[in-house]
């Protein structure tokens, strides 16, 4: 018989070796060597998003530093760091989220060494001025001012400020608009957030493609390994269990119809099948494939599109679902639609076929979609900043297999409680309206 770590990797999800070291700075480094001649995608996950914003009058920091990596520093000013990119054949970019912040680049794999040296020269010695830094807060304000023409937009905000009161998933990764206002005056409290979240243990450098992990260990520690350790820890307030059905509306005649339903869900886990059973609710209900999806869509052509999904985070999040939909009298209609489907799956064990199906397909979907450097690097880095371990992504799809109908079954009655849903609106009504 196989030993059980050789079968452990023979139902990995990821067909390639996963190789780590930890720095005695506590940075992780993550090698994936894949066969991609000349070519390296080279991430840096910082556990780090709005989810880390506790200080009132204080959000939207996390974002804004997205912006403020790429100012430069006295070794690589703005521009030089850009030259110095094109030189190495690569591109770089970022995106900061609820519970992370992303800098990746993908370039010449012989020029790894001038990634490192680049990335971690801005790591820790970002540089910028006062005026600078009022520069960038007024781009971030613009940024809020056209992303908040989009109906989405304006629906997430609202949404989320109704269903959380206490936990910092209350507001977006954009941050509240007051504090944006303000940001160009918080100069001082900008460089001690760089100072806090800006440190190695709360990063994993990943790097893929045509690459040794010795090369990149021995990078890590000439470039990063002098790196200090910070002191600080965010205190994240829990979030108290939602007591009633609450409700959020946009009036707007220009908006198309929309009804969203958002339960409280459970946090991301690679080990309790809470998340992954709740994972195969969306797509069994809600997915292109669905019977629902067929008779709203499809046949009625009441809605324009149906959606259902939940998403990773580190902390209990939203199970959401919901329409846009041809004509607002409709909204009742459609809701009390996805409100039977849901009651069924609570009350009815899932086809066993159907499950299957539906795990078979979202695991080959994964298997099509890590076909390049970049993309296998972006999909361990989803799991990295949600566990801090790049092995989660085999450990999640491991559990996948593992559930049950009994287990959606009691998922979806655990979850799908009308005491712990944010019913939100959009149509030209003064209120929504909807029971």
Known sequence: ???????????????????????????????????????????????????????????????????????????????????????????ANANTWL????????????????MFEIEADRFMNLNYSEAGFKVEAGAVKGEYT??????????NEAIVKTAFDKHTYKHTTMGFFEDIVDMPNQFD???????????????TIIVVGDVEPETVNQLAEKYFGHW???????????????QETRYTHIKNEGFIPLISLNYKGPAFSDSDKDFAAMDLVASILFSERSDL???LVVDEQKALNLYGAILGTRDPYLFSAGVLAKDENDLQYLKDEINAALEQIKSEPVDSLLLA??????????????????????????????????????????????????????????????TGLTLATISSKEEGGIQ
């Open 228 to 242: 200090e350790r910070g002191q600080y820890q965010a205190q994240i307030e829990g979030e108290p269990e939602q």
């Open 189 to 203: 409290y900008s460089l001690e957030f760089y100072k806090r979240f800006y440190r190695p243990e709360y990063s």
């Open 357 to 418: 199906d539906t795990k078979s397909n979202q695991k080959y979907s994964f298997a099509m979609h890590i076909d390049n450097p970049e993309a296998i690097a972006e999909s361990i880095s989803f799991f990295t900043w949600l566990t801090g371990d790049p092995e989660s992504i085999n450990r999640y799809y491991r559990l996948l297999d593992q559930v049950t109908p009994a287990d959606i079954q009691q998922a979806a009655n655990k979850y799908l409680k009308d």
């Open 99 to 114: 519970d992370r912040t992303v800098y990746h680049m993908t370039g010449n794999a012989t020029m790894l060494d001038k």
């Open 1 to 91: 018989m196989p030993r059980e770590s050789e079968q452990a990797a023979a139902d990995s999800i990821l067909p390639y070796t996963i190789h780590q070291k930890k720095l005695a700075n506590e940075l992780n480094v993550v090698t994936v060597p894949y066969p991609s001649p000349g070519l390296a995608a080279f991430y840096i996950v910082v556990r780090v998003g709005s989810r880390e914003e506790v200080e009132p009058g204080k959000t939207g920091f996390a974002h804004f530093f997205e912006h403020m990596m790429f100012r430069g520093t006295d070794k690589y000013p703005k521009d030089k760091y850009s030259e110095v990119l094109k030189a190495t054949g690569a591109a």
């Open 146 to 155: 056209k992303n908040f023409a989009s109906q989405f937009t304006q629906i």
């Open 293 to 295: 999806y067929k008779k």
